[in-house]
C-alpha cells in the first residue's frame, strides 16, 4: 500500500458543520469529507481491491468510492489530518490478512482436571439424594 499515492488520490471537500457552534458555525466550512474513487486507483492491484471491497462494501458508495467525514475539531486543517488518518487505517485494516488458526487440543493434565473435578462434582451431587429405602 503506496500512502503517499492513496493521499495523492484523495479528494478533498470542505462543507459546513451540523449542530451547536453559535454565529461562528454558519459562516465556516470546517467538516472535511475525503473520497477516495477505488474503481480509478491506481494504487491498488486487483487482489487488493477485491478484498477492500469485500471487508468495506458496506461503506462504498454505488460509485464504488470510499468517503470518510470528520468534524471534530474547530479547524479545518486539523480535520483534513484527521479524516486522512481515518482512510489510511481503514484501507490498512481492510488489507491486512487475518493470520490462520492453528488447530490445537487440550493437554492430558487439563483433561484429567477437567474429569475429577466433574467426579467430585458429581459425587457431591449424589450425597444430597435421599435414601432409596425410605
Known amino acids: ?4 499515492l492513496i493521499i495523492q488520490e484523495l ?13 461562528h458555525v454558519n459562516k465556516v466550512s470546517t467538516k472535511v469529507e475525503l473520497t477516495l474513487n ?8 486487483e487482489s487488493e481491491l477485491e478484498r477492500i471491497s469485500k471487508k ?3 461503506r462504498l458508495t454505488a460509485e464504488n ?9 474547530r479547524s479545518q ?3 483534513r489530518e484527521i479524516a486522512e488518518d481515518r482512510m489510511l487505517k481503514l484501507l490498512e485494516d481492510a488489507l491486512k490478512i487475518p ?6 487440543a487440550p493437554s492430558k493434565a ?10 467430585v462434582v458429581a459425587k457431591k451431587k449424589t450425597s444430597r439424594k435421599k435414601p432409596e429405602g425410605e
Open 1 to 4: 500500500m503506496n500512502k503517499e
Open 11 to 23: 479528494k478533498f471537500k470542505a462543507v459546513r458543520s451540523g449542530g451547536a457552534g453559535g454565529q
Open 38 to 45: 477505488l474503481a480509478n486507483s491506481k494504487a491498488f492491484d
Open 56 to 58: 468495506l462494501g458496506n
Open 65 to 73: 468510492k470510499l468517503l470518510v467525514q470528520c468534524d471534530d475539531s
Open 77 to 79: 486543517r486539523k480535520n
Open 99 to 104: 493470520k490462520k488458526r492453528k488447530k490445537t
Open 110 to 119: 487439563s483433561v484429567e482436571i477437567r474429569l475429577k473435578t466433574k467426579r
